[in-house]
């Protein structure tokens, strides 16, 4: 077995943070392996959830881990919400594909999920507070959609611009960092 690779993850408002993911038809080892790239890259983030749609693989696979020590994955293969609590709760939400972005998101507290393991097995998990926030923030990135679409059209048009600016100026000095390396020394 390789060591797993360290994957790109897309950064908003990149379009194909929208594609909607296709479910997984074939449960073998190019399964495994995107699996265990995408716990590590997420775990090296580090983040406590990462859906496939995220490092631009646009089948229906998530990994969440929200324990305390990082060692409690789950992997939710075709993930489904059965049923959702009428309770809502906010939370602060930040996103691997937005960095250093953090807004409250109202969602269901609690969740029931139908799902399929790595080799193909159907299971349910009933999924409260942060473990049913970071499955629903995962599933919304299969549907093609980033949390800050469940923010006003105000903000998420500063995020955008913020992160496009930012993205510009990395360009910039990408560039510049570029020119120096290139300097003939002569």
């Given at each position: 077995m390789s060591n797993p690779v360290l994957?790109?993850?897309?950064?908003?408002p990149d379009p194909r943070l929208h594609i909607v993911a296709k479910p997984v038809i074939q449960f073998n080892e190019a399964l495994n392996i995107?699996?265990?790239?995408?716990?590590?890259?997420?775990?090296?983030?580090?983040?406590v959830g990462l859906a496939a749609t995220q490092v631009n693989v646009h089948?229906?696979?998530?990994?969440?881990?929200?324990?305390?020590?990082?060692?409690?994955?789950?992997?939710?293969?075709?993930?489904?919400?059965?049923?959702?609590?009428?309770?809502?709760?906010?939370?602060?939400e930040g996103c691997l594909s937005?960095?250093?972005?953090?807004?409250d998101v109202k969602r269901p507290k609690s969740i029931f999920v139908k799902a399929q393991d790595v080799q193909g097995n159907?299971?349910?998990?009933?999924?409260?507070?942060?473990?049913?926030?970071?499955?629903?923030?995962?599933?919304?990135h299969l549907n093609?959609?980033?949390?800050?679409?469940?923010?006003?059209?105000?903000k998420q048009g500063r995020i955008k611009n913020r992160l496009l600016k930012l993205a510009k100026s990395s360009k910039n000095t990408d560039k510049n960092i570029d020119d120096v390396n290139t300097i003939d020394p002569k």
């Open positions: 994957l790109d993850i897309l950064q908003y995107l699996v265990r790239n995408m716990s590590h890259t997420m775990y090296q983030a580090p983040g089948q229906r696979v998530i990994c969440v881990d929200c324990s305390e020590n990082s060692n409690q994955l789950i992997v939710l293969i075709n993930p489904i919400i059965i049923s959702a609590s009428s309770d809502l709760q906010a939370w602060e937005v960095p250093d972005v953090y807004e159907f299971f349910e998990l009933e999924a409260n507070e942060l473990l049913s926030v970071c499955i629903q923030h995962e599933i919304d093609g959609k980033v949390f800050v679409q469940h923010l006003s059209q105000l």
